[in-house]
Every structure is written in structure tokens, then in C-alpha cells.
């Protein structure tokens, strides 16, 4: 897959994450669109490092698309860990 596919394959994994962790984050689209694009490429990684699959089969592979997601959901978790810290020291 080239570098667009994946760039969109990020943006709509992003989405589809921000989605199923509806709530306030402290990043704007933006934020969601970088979120997602690391997140699909981090999700392919570890499908590829703990199951052996590789995940990134192609683009209208399923296992593509639930890869990139997962992927997108650890990291909008870990973003709102780090964030939520760091606005809660600057009000303290």
C-alpha cells in the first residue's frame, strides 16, 4: 500500500476511534487526524509483532482496517492520559 492509502486509512481510523471513546480531548480535528495516522501504522506493527499477521494486507483488507483502529484507540487512550496530567498540573 503507498503512503496516501495509509494517510487515509489513519484519518478514517482516527474517526472511527475518536467515535468509540466519545469525550472531551484536549486536541482538535487535527490532533485526531495524526492520532489516527500513527495509530494505523502502530496497529499494523503489533499485529505483525505479537500475532505474526500481517496486517497490512491490502487496503479493503479487513484486518487492515481493525489494525489501524486498534492501533488509533491505544494511542487516543495513552493521549488523553498524558494530556489530562499535564492540565491538571498547570491548574494546581
Known sequence: ???IAWIFIGLLAGIVAKVLLPGKDPGGLIITMLIGIAGGL???WLGKVMFGVDSID???DL???IAA???SL???VLFRLVSGRTSSRRRA
Do not use: K, R
Request: proline letters at 0%.
Open 1 to 3: 500500500m503507498g503512503i
Open 42 to 44: 502502530l496497529g499494523g
Open 58 to 60: 491490502g487496503f479493503f
Open 63 to 65: 484486518s487492515t482496517w
Open 69 to 71: 483502529i486498534v492501533g
Open 74 to 76: 491505544i494511542l487516543l
